[in-house]
Every structure is written in structure tokens, then in C-alpha cells.
């Protein structure tokens, strides 16, 4: 590296807020298949305490030797529903049990995978898992679900999406802060190292190195160099800036998969944002010239944002996954919870975003009396999106058990906190009631 390329990184480490959000390695579980729930239990945590047993002292070195912040270390393993679905449990609670252990013996922060895929139907270990969910998620602080209803290749499976709103309810009565573990997708990815929606792929390698970077101060301090100048120079610079963070984040992925002797996946460059103050999307937006988050034009700026980030990434980076582009969580990010405070972004626009972004509808509050069809008609309106736009869309909604609109929910960390959000009082029911499967749409079928 140049001396100024070093320097640079410097800087945008210790002024900009840039970091390695997490280090995943993802782990397959087929070969922990057992028709004794037990015996595949303990396989399970084997595996995944021999496998993982370096990573968080390695990722803590190359923290340690190139100053490189790397705030999480995480697991992310084959979805529960395919590996649990040979024995004859009940329910999986205990397979989370399982996983929860073996994250605290590793010390990682958090284990992806109590997942379960039925955008086309269900298998026995699907309904299991799904059933199992508001309790699996209360019973652990460090397991994380999610569950994909739909696909441009599928279509949307509206059974699953009227069972979601019921379990999204369910945890949401237990803990409402528990729902934050959870997301639903659409188009699920299977390199995602982000959080809750990371799981080991059915065709992905037995163990894999992935990284998921952020740096939204970095780019908001480069655009500050280029007020003024027009929408071009804005999205030249917004990629010459994910270039450069993306370079920092292949490295980084690069040496800690040499010295865990496991394959290197991929670095997903999202833009991911936190509490604190200079770490915003919203920020960014703003900065492209928006009074507020939520001012029309809004969808625009992110969209512009969006491309440029994956442009610059794509460049940077032999091999870039993931859901890489922007993240728009309301709870981890200042000014999203500031645009919400003073009305200038609801739900309605926040969807609208969704089908330029990254994800999804994420980590938005909404108040406890908010019937289960209204969050199942959430998710069927952002899986549409995902499906017809051949993109990765998601929810993750907390219903704040007795708090009203204007009301916070606090999650504390990175999580932050939400002000709740009203939602339209009309009701969905009779659709969500039907079920069946919306079918994949036209442009589906590329054969």
C-alpha cells in the first residue's frame, strides 16, 4: 500500500468511524445429521467448538496488529430446519440450547441459522422450527433466526407469511426486545455475515470466512469535500470512497482466513450503521442534499447511494456478496430515529426506500396492540417487492408490547433504541387468511 492509501485508512479509522462490523465464519452442519436428537446436538456443538475455536483470538490479533476495529465475531451455520428435520423431537428448542452453548464457550457475539426456507412449502423440520421460534429466541441472548417466504423463482408462500405475523406476535408477548433476532426474507442470500439473517447456504464450502464491513461516517466526511458540485462527482466519490473501505475489508478477510486454514468467502460492503453520532445513512442522504431523511427525493438519493456503494465494492474486491449496498435500520441509526421523532419519515416512505436498498423493513417498532395480520401484510408487502425486483428484501418489526405510538423501545448497543411508529389501522385479514402461494412472477422464468 502506498503511504497515502495508509494514512488515509488511518484517518478513516480514527476520525471516521470505520470498522470490520463482523468476522463470520460460516460452518455446515450436514454432517451432524443424526437420527438421535441428542447425539446430533452434541455433533452440532462439536463441530462448531473444533471448528471456530481460533476465531476470536485471531480476529482479536489482526485488530491488535494493523489497528483495524473489528466489533463482532460471529457463527452462522446450515439452517436448523434441514439438520434437526431426521430426528423426532417435538419441537428445536434444544438445538438453539445447543447453539447458545457453544457461541458462549467460543466466545462469539452472536450464531446464525435457526433458519428455516419455505418460499415453496414446508417440510416436517420447517413447521418444527417455525413453531419453535418464540420460545428458542427467549431461551437464548446469542442465537439468531430467520425465516425466507419468498423468491423471484417461487414466489411467495402466503401460509408462511400469516404464521410469521404470528410468531413475530408471539415473541413480541414473551420479550419484544427478542424480536430483534428475528428477520423474514425474501431472495435470502447465503453469504450473508450480517446479523439476524445469517445462514450457512446448502452450497457454500464446509467452513468459509466471511466479512461484512461499514463505514457510513467515511463516506459522509467525503462527500462533505463535494458540496456544490453535481449528482456525478457525488457518486464518483461515493465510489472511490467503497472502494477503498472495501479494500480494507478484503485484506482483513484475506489473513484471518489464512490463519484459520479455512476458505475466504466473501466481503459484503454494506453500509451499516450505528447509534453513534457520524455513523448514519440518514446523514448521508442529508448530505446529498435532503432537508431531512423522508424528504421527497429521498428514494432517489439512496438509490444513487446504493449503486455507487456496490460500484466501488465490486472493483475493489475479486469476490463481494452478501447484501451489500445500504443499510436503513430506524433503531441504529441517529438520523433515521431523529427524521422519526419529527415525523419526517413513516413506515409508508421507509417501504418505498426498500426497493432501492439493501434490505428491508429493519428493526422498526410498532405498537404492541398492532394486530398479527397487519405485520403479515408487512411482510408480504416487502417480500413483493423482493420477489418482482428480483432483489433481497426482509422484516424485522418489533410490536413493543404495551407501548403507544410516540413511546421507545430501547435495545441498547448498537441496537439502539426506536420511537414506536404508527401503522394503518386498516386491516389486511381477509387477504392473509386466504393462503396459498402468489405466484413467481413473468420475468421468473430465464430458462
Request: glycine share 10%.
Given at each position: ?8 485508512t ?58 483495524i476495529p ?6 452462522s451455520?446450515?439452517?436448523?430446519s ?26 462469539v ?19 418444527k ?10 431461551e ?18 402466503m ?9 413475530v ?7 419484544p ?48 469535500k ?45 453500509l ?10 440518514a446523514?448521508?442522504?442529508?448530505e ?41 435500520p ?9 427524521a ?6 413513516n ?25 398479527a395480520?397487519t ?13 418482482i425486483?428480483n ?16 413511546e ?29 402461494r ?5 420475468h421468473?422464468?430465464?430458462?
Amino acid at each position: 500500500m502506498e503511504t497515502k492509501q495508509i494514512l488515509e485508512t488511518i484517518q478513516m479509522v480514527s476520525e471516521e468511524k470505520l470498522d470490520i462490523r463482523t468476522i463470520t465464519m460460516g460452518i455446515s452442519l450436514f454432517d451432524c445429521i443424526d437420527s438421535n436428537g441428542e447425539k446430533a446436538r452434541q455433533k452440532i456443538y462439536d463441530k462448531l467448538t473444533s471448528s471456530a475455536k481460533d476465531l476470536v483470538k485471531v480476529a482479536n490479533q489482526i485488530e491488535s496488529e494493523y489497528g483495524i476495529p473489528i466489533v463482532n465475531k460471529r457463527l452462522s451455520v446450515t439452517p436448523i430446519s434441514m439438520i434437526a428435520a431426521a430426528c423426532h423431537d417435538d419441537n428445536y428448542v434444544a438445538y438453539a440450547e445447543t447453539m447458545e452453548k457453544a457461541a458462549q464457550t467460543l466466545g462469539v457475539d452472536l450464531i446464525g441459522g435457526f433458519s428455516a426456507l419455505v418460499q415453496k412449502g414446508y417440510q416436517t423440520g420447517d413447521k418444527k422450527l417455525i413453531a419453535s421460534i418464540p420460545e428458542a429466541l427467549n431461551e437464548t441472548t446469542r442465537v439468531c433466526g430467520s425465516v425466507n417466504v419468498g423468491s423471484t423463482r417461487a414466489g411467495i408462500n402466503m401460509d408462511a407469511v400469516k404464521q410469521m405475523g404470528q410468531v413475530v406476535k408471539q415473541l413480541a408477548a414473551i420479550d419484544p426486545v427478542s424480536c430483534m433476532s428475528l428477520v423474514v426474507f425474501a431472495n435470502a442470500v447465503e453469504d450473508n455475515p450480517f446479523m439476524a439473517g445469517a445462514f450457512h447456504g446448502v452450497g457454500e464450502a464446509d467452513k468459509v470466512i466471511n466479512v461484512g464491513i461499514s463505514g457510513p461516517g467515511v463516506v459522509k466526511r467525503a462527500l462533505e469535500k463535494v458540496r456544490g458540485e453535481s449528482i456525478d462527482i457525488v457518486s464518483e466519490t461515493i465510489k472511490k470512497t467503497a472502494f477503498k473501505v472495501t479494500r480494507m475489508g478484503q485484506f482483513v478477510g484475506n489473513v484471518a482466513a489464512e490463519r484459520l486454514n479455512v476458505p475466504f468467502g466473501i466481503v459484503d460492503l454494506s453500509l451499516a450503521p450505528t447509534p453513534s453520532q457520524g455513523d448514519s445513512v440518514a446523514e448521508i442522504l442529508e448530505e446529498i442534499g435532503l432537508q431531512s431523511v423522508g424528504a421527497p427525493g429521498t428514494t432517489a438519493a439512496l438509490a444513487l447511494l446504493n449503486d455507487a456503494v456496490k460500484k466501488g465494492g465490486v472493483m475493489a474486491c475479486e469476490h463481494v456478496g452478501g447484501l451489500s449496498g445500504a443499510f436503513i435500520p430506524v433503531s441504529e441509526d441517529s438520523g433515521m430515529i431523529k427524521a422519526v421523532e419529527h415525523s419526517n419519515l413513516n413506515i409508508e416512505k421507509l417501504e418505498a426506500m426498500t426497493a432501492v436498498c439493501s434490505v428491508g423493513l429493519d428493526m422498526i417498532a410498532v405498537p404492541g396492540d398492532t394486530p398479527a395480520e397487519t405485520i403479515s401484510g408487512m411482510i408480504a408487502d416487502e417480500a413483493a417487492i423482493g420477489v418482482i425486483n428480483n432483489k433481497t428484501t426482509a422484516v424485522r418489526v418489533i410490536p413493543a408490547t404495551g407501548k403507544k405510538v410516540g413511546e421507545k423501545i430501547d435495545f441498547g448497543g448498537l441496537f439502539g433504541y426506536a420511537p414506536v411508529m404508527p401503522v394503518n389501522l386498516n386491516s389486511p385479514a381477509k387477504m392473509i387468511n386466504r393462503g396459498g402461494r402468489i405466484p413467481a412472477p413473468i420475468h421468473s422464468f430465464k430458462n
